[in-house]
């Protein structure tokens, strides 16, 4: 399924929802911020990490499929 998923929407994921809103600062960063500090405490922060992280995380994944392909 990574395979077939072309670069282009990824990289727009990532764009749009992985670090939607913009300002003052993408959500995704500020999540990840709080994780360190053991602040992420209620639910919704936790769902905004997953939601925010999830484009990322997709990325990753079809990056290390893509080298894991390319190595044999």
Same mark, same amino acid.
């Given at each position: 399924?990574? %395979?077939?998923l072309? &670069? /282009? ?6 764009? /749009?929802?992985?670090?939607? @809103?913009? /300002? @003052? !600062? @993408?959500?995704? &960063? !500020?999540?990840? #911020?709080? +994780? *360190? =500090? $053991?602040?992420l405490?209620? *639910?919704? %922060? &936790?769902? %905004?990490?997953?939601?925010? $992280?999830?484009? &990322?995380? +997709? *990325? +990753? =994944?079809?990056? $290390? #499929? $893509?080298?894991? #392909? =390319?190595?044999g």
């Amino acid at each position: 399924m990574l %395979d077939k998923l072309p &670069w /282009t929407i990824v990289l727009v994921m990532c764009v /749009t929802l992985g670090l939607a @809103p913009f /300002t @003052p !600062e @993408p959500h995704v &960063w !500020e999540k990840i #911020r709080m +994780l *360190a =500090a $053991g602040d992420l405490v209620r *639910a919704v %922060d &936790w769902f %905004d990490l997953v939601l925010h $992280g999830s484009p &990322w995380l +997709l *990325a +990753l =994944a079809k990056l $290390g #499929r $893509g080298i894991g #392909r =390319a190595r044999g």
